[in-house]
């Protein structure tokens, strides 16, 4: 009998996490650590020390043997470099050492990770650095130190940084808000996070069969099964036994290593499921969310099942996304998109909610470039779950209130006086459970916002710095009015009102999949952004720069080389999947589909000597020959497509959507229309039906 899991024990058990740090650490030195986390500043030596050896001496009982700074270059994923803790003592024997200098500093060379031109090749060693705010971790017999990624010149060339620094910009500009409600106790607002986890299971033996799957993390090739997911008997349905083995293994990983992953279930596509964890502060978030798709990825490989992250790994069936729920929270805890029960906190809630709204319509091309991939691109404007253009969802409720504040007519009663920020009570605003948009691409849910246009494979870093940011712009151009006023109510009555007047237009409640929308959306000016190629250049306009610049998120040229590296990982995603398919198509599709011709051939030829009528076999030997020329020249086409491709990067980014894709998707309809005739003995890998349904 296995034995009985006792979670509030094993819980971050595997993390050097504040708790273990007060009982292992002595007093001053813990003091000295929380000190820095609270001020920013950096480590002392001699903290560092002290803290490096607790942490070898708690890691060594753990088992490990090495350390690694684990850190989240621009490829969206994570990295990571082991140092066993091994120092000779000079008499043939070792002993395990730790310093402060190794626990803050470590010298990745880092010259393959992409750069974007920020890092020449002789300088190509950056530089990695505790992130003291993120706790260390033990993993596979090594101390994790989660650490920010540098060049020798100081220009960040990872995730982590950028969204560091974004938090602390809403945080100021937050609390500078705060301040001006009379608020003069908080001294920092937090941007939370709860990133809802998409993913798709399939069979060990079957996924190894493909080498779509196995290259390109999708299937480039299948003819859609009888059925799909159009009975929705997969969505909350019971979990198979396999899977659910897998699903306990992989929350036990999670909870001793600190995840607080809170809810599990099938999702609306065969073999798809979701992972939910407990909401945290939007830098933890992120680090959580990448240890949550690595430790699937493995644990799904000990139960001979493979975890596939890619956004749209079938055709046809649902793709996977990524829910980023995000909200802002005093550091008392009280969530600043909260309604609350009297004017003060009603109007408080107004201002936050006015300068989101503001934020999301004038920046809604940076928010749409920060999930532009390849990937998502078969999701975002492919009419599959949000579109393409950016709107924010408020319920029915909330539109109306807002509707009211702008026309000056009160909300309940319309024939009273209109409703005064700050000095009226708003009416309640019920939290909308029930009736929520799923087309939209960003709700308001109740206390936080849902954007939803996030790829199940990226990193949240992104998309998060975008929304800090923004809101951190919105805000500070808010207090800048406010800290001027001579009376408050009436100020903050008409930048509410202002603002939510100018910027309506992003607040849109319908049908988020109908071409009404897109043409509705088309007179509001709202951007419309459908491809990669088509948003990435969006990305570094001028007014994206000024912004990212002007908080210090980003120089120019970090933003420039993260559009570079962007571009760059497209072009080559597009181009590995067509050199693929160009590759099943000749090695594997079309002489299995010529196999089975010759051998109807085979079949005619000895029927017709017995005399016997062969009305079928000919017929299909006419159909897959229609079909096998075809496929030819859809390879060849697409071979020669891809030899001629144009220089730059922008320009082979417009080749690639225009040119390469549809020439793909001309060779995966005659794919499929062969496997659809060809006898299934003869068909070289697992069709969707073999694959969906196992
Ligand atoms: P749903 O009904 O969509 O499942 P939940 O309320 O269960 O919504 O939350 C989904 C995700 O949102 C979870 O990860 C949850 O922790 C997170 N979440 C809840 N409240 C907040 C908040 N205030 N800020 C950020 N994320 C939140
Ligand atoms: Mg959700």
């Avoid at 009280?334 to 909610?353: D, E, H, I, Y």
């Avoid at 300068?355 to 599959?384: K, M, P, W």
């Avoid at 994206?544 to 080559?572: C, M, P, S, W």
């Avoid at 050199?579 to 051998?599: E, G, K, N, S």
Wanted: charged residues 25%.
């Amino acid at each position: 009998m296995s034995e009985i899991l006792n979670v509030p024990e094993i819980f971050g058990s595997d993390v050097f996490n504040e708790a273990t740090m007060k009982q292992r650490l002595p007093e001053h030195i813990y003091k000295g650590w929380k000190n820095c986390i609270a001020t920013g500043v950096q480590l002392p030596l001699d903290v560092a020390n002290e803290i490096a050896e607790a942490m070898k001496i708690w890691a060594t009982e753990k088992g490990a043997t090495h350390y690694t700074h684990w850190f989240q270059p621009m490829t969206g994923i994570t990295a990571e470099k082991h140092d066993s803790f091994i120092a000779p003592t000079g008499d043939g024997r070792v002993i395990m050492e730790f310093s402060g200098k190794e626990l803050v500093r470590g010298e990745p060379d880092a010259s393959s990770f992409p750069s974007g031109g920020l890092r020449a090749t002789f300088e190509a060693r950056g530089y990695t650095a505790w992130d003291p705010t993120s706790c260390a971790f033990v993993k596979d017999g090594s101390l994790y130190i989660p650490t920010c990624f540098c060049s020798y010149t100081g220009e960040s060339l990872d995730k982590k940084t950028p969204l560091l620094r974004s938090m602390d910009e809403v945080s100021r500009e937050a609390v500078r808000i705060l301040r001006l409600f009379g608020d003069s106790e908080t001294k920092r607002v937090i941007a939370c996070v709860g990133a809802e986890q998409e993913y798709f299971l399939l069979p060990k033996d079957l996924y190894a069969q493909r080498e779509d799957l196995r290259l390109t993390g999708r299937t480039l090739f299948g003819a859609q099964p009888p059925k799909g997911q159009e009975l929705d008997d997969h969505y909350f349905g019971t979990i198979r036994t396999r899977v659910s083995g897998f699903m306990q293994d992989l929350d036990e990983q999670l909870w001793r290593l600190g995840v607080l992953s809170k809810t599990k279930h099938n999702e609306g596509a065969p073999c798809q499921h979701e992972l939910a964890p407990i909401y945290t502060d939007a830098n933890t978030a992120c680090d959580d969310n990448q240890l949550i798709m690595a430790i699937m990825k493995k644990c799904a490989a000990k139960h001979n099942l493979v975890c596939l992250l890619h956004e749209k790994p079938f055709a046809g069936v649902n793709g996977s996304g990524k829910h980023n729920n995000w909200s802002l929270s005093t550091d008392s805890g009280k969530n600043l998109f909260s309604p609350g029960k009297t004017p003060s906190q009603n109007a408080r809630f107004l201002v936050f909610l006015a300068a989101f709204i503001a934020g999301v319509d004038e920046y809604q091309d940076f928010l749409r470039c920060t999930v532009a991939s390849a990937g998502n691109d078969h999701r975002l404007g492919a009419s599959e779950a949000p579109p393409a253009i950016v709107s924010v969802y408020l319920g029915d409720e909330l539109s109306a209130i807002i509707r009211s504040i702008i026309d000056g007519t009160n909300y309940t009663e319309p024939e009273k006086s209109m409703l005064r920020i700050g000095v009226d009570v708003l009416p309640a605003i019920p939290r909308d459970t029930t009736d929520r948009n799923r087309t939209s691409p960003l709700a308001f849910t109740g206390n936080k916002f849902e954007l939803r246009m996030l790829g199940s494979s990226q990193s949240i870093a992104g998309p998060n710095i975008a929304l800090n940011t923004i809101m951190a712009e919105e805000l500070g151009k808010f207090a800048d009015v406010l800290e001027k006023a001579e009376d408050f109510d009436a100020a903050l009555q008409t930048l509410v009102c202002q603002t939510l007047t100018e910027h309506s237009r992003i607040i849109f409640g319908g049908n988020g999949y109908s071409e009404e929308w897109k043409a509705e959306a088309a007179k509001r000016g709202l951007s419309n952004l459908p491809s990669t190629a088509e948003a990435l250049p969006a990305y570094v306009s001028q007014k994206n720069i000024d912004l990212v610049t002007r908080h210090g998120i980003f120089t120019e040229q970090e933003f420039r080389a993260r559009y570079a590296i962007h571009l760059d990982a497209y072009n080559k995603i597009v181009n590995i999947e067509a050199r693929t398919m160009v590759d099943m198509a000749l090695h594997q599709i079309l002489p299995a589909a010529l196999r089975y011709t010759r051998d109807l051939c085979d079949t005619v030829g000895t029927k017709k000597n017995l005399g016997a009528a062969c009305r079928a076999e000919s017929a299909l030997i006419q159909d897959l020959s229609g079909h096998t020329d075809a496929l030819y020249d859809a390879v060849s086409a697409l071979k020669f497509a891809l030899q001629a491709a144009p220089g730059t990067p922008e320009d082979a980014a417009s080749y690639c959507h225009e040119v390469v894709i549809p020439g793909m998707n001309i060779l995966r309809r005659e794919a499929d229309a062969l496997e659809t005739l060809t006898d299934k003995a003869y068909w070289p890998y697992p069709t969707y039906s073999d694959l969906l349904f196992y």
